[in-house]
């Protein structure tokens, strides 16, 4: 009798061992706002209306108001608003981003090009700190990106905006 047991007890042994593997990560799905896609390493929510052209997104992607770690605020403007792209980003940090901080200059290439963005602290609604750009598409509109996250997530919010950048096509 022992010796029946034997093959029953490996294959509940094998199957036992096939469902404590981890099971592998699924890649997070690519996001896309108002034309631009990107391939990010991480999950994030659905596009929301943010209102006045404006669409975002945050991670983790069922997070509540508030606890986001990451969000991408993406904000669409036609080529002939009669705004220039720093214009365009002061208008964006006072009305998506509470704030009016200068920042200092940083740069990042979006759709091939090199952009000069801003990057700052927020004090409201609570302290963080963001990324500006401005991506101008083929057609001469303009998306300004507006990334937002706490000083606790910083190095992994750097490599999440970098390999939006990196893989942002329209």
């Not at 083929?138 to 300004?144: A, E, F, I, L, S």
């Amino acid at each position: 009798m022992p010796s029946r047991m034997a093959p029953v007890l490996l294959s509940i042994l094998a199957a036992l061992a096939a469902a404590a593997r981890p099971a592998v990560a699924a890649t997070p799905a690519q996001i896309e706002l108002h034309g631009l896609k990107a391939a990010p390493p991480i999950a994030f929510s659905a596009p929301e209306n943010a209102g006045l052209d404006a669409l975002r997104v945050v991670h983790p992607a069922d997070a509540k108001a508030g606890g986001e770690k990451l969000s991408l605020t993406a904000v669409a403007f036609p080529k002939d608003s009669g705004m220039t792209d720093a214009e365009l980003l002061d208008y964006v940090k006072t009305t998506f981003l509470a704030t009016s901080d200068a920042g200092k200059p940083v740069e990042r290439t979006l759709l091939g090009k090199k952009v000069k963005g801003q990057a700052l602290e927020k004090k409201i609604p609570s302290p963080s700190f963001a990324e500006v750009y401005v991506a101008t598409n083929k057609t001469g509109d303009k998306v300004v990106l507006a990334f937002v996250f706490p000083a606790s997530f910083a190095k992994d919010a750097e490599a999440t905006i970098s390999a939006i950048a990196a893989s942002l096509k329209e």
